[in-house]
């Protein structure tokens, strides 16, 4: 059998591939590498920031273990704490813990704490708890940050910079998958900071159609010397940009703060419960595929649905493509997402062992 693969997640397979559908993949392989794909994030270790290497400090261990959860539910920790999910049979779940080291603000030295858990008893416990779970494939954001210091000059955020360094903490430390845009000469040619700062809607148009993310967030930090404020742009492909405004004292909060909302964004009706949980391999078909623009769209889909652990195409006959996909959820959870994501429309209709799909026009 025949075997193409597109990256680690998915094969396409076909015994009769004829001339038309060879030349279709090789036009999804040409272009694939534009596409962003659903990132695994590690959910058994999280930190929470504290004020000393003392591990027996007050709440220290407890808001680790909260932050925890957070990663894995998709709750904020200040909504985990208020449920009370938390007891004492939760610290069996941790492995071990250490320290590292955060930048120093005003003189102040802070650190996090990371616990590592066992990942099969941290979801044992969180089915117990009837705690949701938001599954571990994430759909990557690309965020796009500039910065304004005391003097009013404003530039591109660089990786070294400490805006960059909490945002990029307390989103990973949420769960939330972000890659950070790398300027180069041709962006500078096309775009200046001001248009990241005023949130200019070409921005988000070229960060969506050219660099191929459906999640764009541009962030807007100013120093103001006495603290500093931010203004973003959270940008979903097809919908209306969410502005948000703050004005804070330390980085670690405002970031904090940031992250939260985000997180709660990229987690809505993305959370599962217990009994929907099962490991399982499902056959499907989709019908109306005309093109090659609508397989793209239907490549890039599978790989970003995050409960799809892997999945092959086994024939593409007439304008009806056929597949096998291996879940992690009930098939009935599976079609309710998918109906949900504005991509495919499920068709309840029998036709045995497989789930029925039509293409929705873009």
Same mark, same amino acid.
């Given at each position: 059998?025949?075997?193409?693969?597109?990256?680690?997640?998915?094969?396409?397979?076909?015994?009769?591939?004829?001339?038309?559908f060879?030349?279709?993949?090789?036009c999804?392989?040409?272009v694939f590498?534009?596409?962003?794909?659903?990132k695994?994030?590690?959910?058994?270790?999280?930190?929470?920031?504290?004020?000393?290497?003392?591990?027996?400090?007050?709440?220290?261990?407890?808001?680790?273990?909260?932050?925890l959860?957070?990663? @894995?539910?998709?709750?904020?920790?200040?909504?985990?704490?208020?449920? @009370? $999910?938390?007891?004492?049979?939760f610290?069996?779940?941790?492995?071990?813990?250490?320290?590292?080291?955060?930048p120093?603000?005003? @003189?102040?030295?802070?650190? $996090?704490l990371?616990?590592?858990?066992?990942?099969?008893?941290?979801?044992?416990?969180?089915v117990?708890?009837?705690?949701?779970? $938001?599954?571990?494939?994430?759909t990557?954001?690309?965020?796009?940050?500039v910065?304004?210091?005391?003097?009013?000059?404003?530039s591109?955020e660089p990786?070294?910079?400490?805006?960059?360094?909490?945002?990029?903490?307390?989103?990973?430390?949420?769960?939330?998958?972000?890659d950070?845009?790398?300027v180069?000469?041709?962006?500078?040619?096309?775009?200046?900071?001001?248009?990241?700062?005023?949130?200019?809607?070409?921005?988000?148009d070229y960060?969506?159609q050219?660099?191929?993310?459906?999640?764009?967030?541009?962030?807007?930090?100013?120093?103001?010397g006495?603290?500093?404020?931010?203004?973003?742009?959270?940008?979903?492909a097809?919908?209306?940009?969410?502005?948000?405004?703050?004005?804070f004292v330390?980085?670690?909060q405002?970031?904090n703060?940031?992250?939260d909302?985000?997180?709660?964004?990229?987690?809505a009706?993305?959370?599962i419960?217990a009994?929907?949980?099962?490991?399982?391999?499902?056959?499907?078909?989709?019908n109306n595929?005309?093109?090659a623009?609508?397989?793209?769209?239907?490549?890039n889909?599978l790989?970003?649905?995050s409960?799809?652990?892997q999945?092959?195409?086994?024939?593409?006959?007439?304008?009806?493509?056929?597949?096998?996909?291996?879940?992690?959820v009930?098939?009935?959870?599976?079609?309710?997402?998918?109906?949900?994501?504005?991509?495919?429309?499920?068709?309840?209709?029998?036709? @045995?062992?497989?789930?029925?799909?039509?293409?929705?026009?873009q």
């Open positions: 059998m025949n075997k193409i693969p597109l990256n680690a997640n998915t094969q396409i397979l076909s015994p009769k591939l004829d001339a038309l060879v030349c279709l993949i090789f999804m392989l040409l590498s534009l596409q962003s794909v659903a695994e994030v590690n959910v058994n270790q999280a930190a929470a920031l504290v004020d000393s290497q003392n591990v027996k400090a007050p709440g220290a261990l407890k808001s680790a273990m909260f932050n959860i957070s990663k @894995g539910s998709g709750l904020n920790a200040e909504a985990v704490e208020s449920q @009370g $999910w938390l007891d004492d049979s610290s069996s779940v941790i492995l071990r813990h250490y320290f590292e080291q955060a120093r603000h005003n @003189g102040q030295q802070q650190y $996090w990371h616990v590592v858990a066992d990942e099969q008893l941290l979801r044992q416990k969180m117990e708890k009837e705690i949701p779970i $938001w599954p571990n494939r994430r990557p954001m690309l965020v796009w940050m910065s304004e210091d005391e003097s009013g000059v404003l591109f990786e070294t910079g400490d805006n960059h360094y909490w945002l990029n903490k307390w989103l990973e430390n949420k769960g939330v998958p972000a950070f845009y790398q180069d000469a041709s962006d500078l040619m096309n775009f200046a900071p001001e248009d990241v700062k005023l949130l200019n809607p070409d921005v988000i960060l969506h050219v660099q191929q993310y459906e999640n764009v967030l541009l962030v807007y930090v100013k120093d103001t006495l603290g500093y404020s931010y203004r973003m742009g959270l940008a979903k097809g919908e209306d940009v969410i502005i948000k405004h703050r004005q330390k980085l670690s405002g970031f703060h940031l992250s909302f985000v997180q709660s964004h990229q987690a009706n993305q959370q419960f009994n929907e949980l099962a490991n399982r391999t499902i056959s499907i078909q989709i595929i005309y093109n623009d609508q397989m793209l769209m239907i490549i889909y790989n970003n649905q409960l799809i652990n999945w092959q195409i086994e024939k593409l006959k007439g304008q009806v493509l056929h597949l096998r996909l291996d879940i992690s009930l098939a009935e959870t599976f079609t309710r997402f998918v109906d949900n994501e504005s991509v495919l429309n499920y068709l309840p209709l029998d036709t @045995g062992n497989s789930l029925i799909f039509s293409a929705l026009p």
